[in-house]
Antibody, heavy 123, light 107 residues
């Protein structure tokens, strides 16, 4: 069974840092792209980053570029999101999600999600 | 960036109704369009990928269609467990943008 479990959320002051973890089981994080998606309270979904399976290729939304860093630890089957220079508008539930890529059609979609971890940026 | 516009933002419907949700992309995305369902306090779940492919385990009352810039999600006969928020997502190019969501409420 594929399972993703996020951790590391909490309350942090503006300008502070936090590292989120996404622990995977049932698959290898080196074989799949893993994404981070966030959802501010009462708002919609915002994709923020991914790390491509089998490579070190990463992408970021403009809203977090230069402040957030995604990384992967294959031996621990985990993906991380290092968040620096946090702002009030980073307050959200952060989900990690596995992307399934079908090579024959180039279909790419998030087929498994974690339960989310809440990050609150406030003084 | 590709903007995804969903309509309506909310709707009220009864069990058994046919419900239609639309999603428009700001530029052509071929069929790189996915639909997700999210219930309160839960993570989203994929319903449809590649515009019209039904994810394994998802009931056949969920039907996706469209290509280019205009896409539709139809729930052919609304069931009690379908009251939720629905999001479209394009995966044609990064950033992988979502629509604003459509909340389906009980009439």
């Amino acid at each position: 069974e594929v399972l993703l479990v996020e951790s590391g959320g909490g309350l942090v002051q503006p300008g502070g840092s936090l590292r989120l973890s996404c622990a995977a089981s049932g698959f290898s994080v080196n074989d799949y792209s893993v994404n981070w998606v966030r959802q501010a309270p009462g708002k919609g979904l915002e994709w923020i980053s991914y790390i491509r399976g089998g490579s070190d290729t990463t992408f970021y939304a403009d809203s977090v570029k230069g402040r957030f860093t995604i990384s992967r630890h294959t031996a621990k089957e985990s993906v991380y999101l290092q968040m620096n220079s946090l702002r009030a508008d980073d307050t959200a539930v952060y989900f990690c999600a596995r992307a399934n890529f079908i090579t024959t059609t180039a279909a790419y979609y998030f087929d498994s999600w974690g339960q989310g971890t809440l990050v609150t940026v406030s003084s | 960036d590709i903007q995804m516009t969903q309509s309506p933002s909310s709707l009220s419907a009864s069990v058994g109704d046919r419900v239609t949700i639309t999603c428009r992309a700001s530029q052509s995305i071929n069929t790189y369009l996915n639909w997700y369902q999210q219930k309160p306090g839960k993570a989203p779940e994929v319903l449809i990928f590649s515009s019209s492919s039904l994810q394994s385990g998802v009931p056949s009352r969920f039907i996706g269609s469209g290509s280019g810039t205009d896409f539709t999600l139809i729930i052919s006969s609304l069931q009690p467990e379908d009251f939720a928020t629905y999001y479209c997502q394009q995966t044609y190019s990064t950033p992988l943008t979502f629509g604003g969501g459509t909340k389906v409420e009980i009439k």
